[in-house]
């Protein structure tokens, strides 16, 4: 006997609740969602119907993906390339129907009212819905309300790379649940290209069909289609895992469209004789999609015709399998054995009754080793590179200070570079500078934990970077007068790629508008506007750029994300701001920066 499914916080009794209204929903051909209270059960379930119509499951070829709405789903973002998640497109227009056309939002808001925890579930086509419907409610949390929970039932994938780096970013993802059947061809089917043999395999599901679980020619072609495509897109990714580049792959790449589509949250496969593999990693869980399915040439009829049927068969496996609690939890990856009479016995076993081959064994393996990687980069960083950057930064707060008792703020000092101080600061901002470009680049190619940009301790480490050093960086900027090579410094692609990523990272932590947190840019500003009140007279536009300047200041000045160093008699600003035109003020503004600068 194995573990228990008390590890992912669902008790027996909700998991079989869910499964039933799912399955219940599904069919359901009036109303587009059901809600239960279970007797007993501090819960309540909402399960969505689903469809079998093929512009339900992929309107556009090849795969239907679209960006996600960042409107309703703000946090399915990459905050350091400011790319917005991928999302099937179907799934997306159902549940956003459904949210807009139904009495969904109004029901679950007195769910929560009454105290218990919203379950969301689905079977099939009604699971990608649940998933956003989940996604929804935690990016919009009532206060006091207990997290919404989601178990889904032989689901299609949903999104892509960036939607469960996101997810797991927000420490999100164990609130997924996902059961699936060991050949079930519907949670591998979104890695394969829409083609007119999706319709007919959702005709044979279709209960509305003419051909409704009526056999089908050839249910073997269409399921090796599936898997071949699983195999492009579980290789690729394994040669990422593995850190090595295949010629041939990339090559092939470039001419071959894979699957945006990727899995996210819990997975636990059903192996067919009562036993449940729970596995938390995307990346195994992507290589058990393509390795659990494998057959040989004698199984491959037998295995393409329980393709079908399994996705027909949860209700009684769920069943079936919560009885035994025969539960076994993938966690060491890396320590997986490679052989099939390996140790340790019980996880041997369960990989036995998945089918899982020594090739597969090793891209598990890869995945575990994969995440132990991102955990050293992690404490690499903790440990070292933080006490570093906080010894360079409190250089430059040194710096800053006697910068200041000089009567010139550090912006200045450093643009006139005159003294060794100078200097000095000069090789802080480079070190500085080097530490941050690495962590950019670890972060880019995602060998750090999806968590590392939630830590509080290194967001508030990015902030005070941020402030204290990019005004450094548009002093050297201008004082080697690379805006007339380049353009305004805030231009995309002049300025340095950290400063931008980090200004989201602030932004989206304090969940604050894009583009709000720019008081670092502050003298890039006021450089700007000082050519621009120059040489191109008071036009309408660079007016309100300048009163927005003098709103700006006064509310960083307030919130101290800009020190008063700004208001030096001798400053860079204050003699521009002195010699500016009547035509230039707005009031109370310019009497407040006024009295500023005179206190």
């Known amino acids: 006997m194995g573990e228990t499914l008390d590890r992912i916080g669902l008790s027996g009794e909700v998991i079989n609740a869910a499964a039933s209204l799912a399955m219940k929903a599904h069919d359901s051909t009036r109303e587009p969602f059901l809600l239960e209270k279970p007797r007993g059960l501090s819960v309540a379930v ?35 390339d400011d790319g917005v998640a ?53 990016e919009k949390p009532e206060p006091n309300q207990s997290p919404p929970r989601c178990v889904t039932f032989g689901s299609p994938l949903v999104g892509d790379r960036i939607f469960g780096h996101a997810v797991r970013r927000e420490k999100w993802s164990d609130h997924f649940v996902h059961f699936v059947m060991r050949y079930d061809v519907i949670p591998r089917i979104m890695l394969a290209p829409s083609s007119t043999e999706h319709k007919q395999i959702l005709d044979f599901f279709n209960p509305r069909s003419e051909f409704f679980r009526k056999p089908i020619d050839s249910p073997l072609g269409f399921y090796s289609s599936v898997m071949r495509n699983a195999s492009l897109v579980a290789n690729y990714d394994a040669c990422n895992l593995m850190g090595c580049r295949i010629p041939a792959l990339e090559t092939l790449r470039n001419f071959i469209e894979l699957s945006p589509y990727r899995p996210f949250g819990t997975y636990i496969f059903c192996t067919g004789n009562g036993k449940l593999v729970v596995v938390r990693n995307s990346n195994a869980v992507l290589q058990m999609l393509f390795y659990c399915a494998q057959w040989t040439q004698e ?90 950057i906080e010894g360079e930064l409190s250089k430059l707060r040194k710096y800053k200070e006697k910068a200041e008792t000089c009567g010139l703020g550090y912006y200045d000092s450093f643009k006139l570079n005159k003294n060794e101080e100078d200097f000095l600061a000069n090789v802080s901002r480079l070190v500085l500078a080097g ?47 690379k805006d007339e090579e380049t353009g305004f410094y805030v231009k995309k692609g002049t300025r340095p790629k950290r400063y931008r990523y980090i200004q989201n990272w602030l932004e989206h932590d304090e969940k604050k508008p894009s583009g709000s947190g720019s008081e670092s840019c502050f003298w890039a500003e006021v450089e700007d506007l000082r050519l621009k009140t120059r040489s191109y007279g ?55 920066i006024s009295k500023l600068i005179g206190g």
Request: glycine share 6%.
């Open 299 to 388: 199984e491959a009829a037998g295995v393409a015709q329980r393709s079908l049927s399994e996705h027909l068969a949860y209700k009684d496996e769920i069943q079936e399998s919560l009885g035994m609690q025969n539960v076994v939890y993938l966690d060491r990856l890396e320590e997986i054995p490679v052989s099939s009479d390996g140790s340790p016995a019980t996880v041997n076993t369960a990989l036995n009754d998945l089918g899982l081959s020594p090739q597969g064994r090793l891209c598990l393996q890869a995945a575990g080793e994969l995440e132990k990687r991102k955990s050293r980069n992690q404490d690499k960083i903790i440990n070292d590179y933080k006490q570093k």
């Open 46 to 80: 909402v399960a969505f119907a689903g469809s079998w119509l093929p512009d339900d499951w992929c309107a556009e070829t090849p795969f239907g993906e679209t960006t996600i709405d960042a409107g309703t789903f703000p946090s399915l973002k990459s905050l350091g």
């Open 538 to 592: 008071s036009s309408q536009e660079i007016k309100q750029k300048v009163q927005q300047l003098e709103k700006n200041l006064i509310k960083w000045i307030g919130d101290k994300s800009l020190g008063k160093d700004v208001l030096l008699e001798n400053s860079t600003f204050v003699i521009w701001w002195k010699g500016l035109g009547p035509e230039y003020r707005s009031e109370p503004e310019s009497s407040f």
């Open 86 to 138: 991928l999302v099937n497109g179907s799934f997306l227009r159902r549940f956003k129907a459904i949210l807009g056309q139904s009495s969904l939002a109004e029901k679950v808001k007195k769910v929560i009212a009454e105290k218990k925890q919203v379950v969301f579930t689905g079977y099939s086509s009604g699971a990608p819905v649940a998933i956003l419907a989940t996604l929804y409610l935690l």
């Open 435 to 481: 530490f941050w470009d690495e962590m950019m680049e670890m972060l880019k190619a995602y060998e750090l934990p999806d968590e590392f940009e939630r830590r509080q301790e290194l967001i508030q480490l990015g902030k005070n970077y941020l402030r204290m050093v990019e005004p450094l960086d548009i002093a050297n900027f201008y004082r080697h007068a």
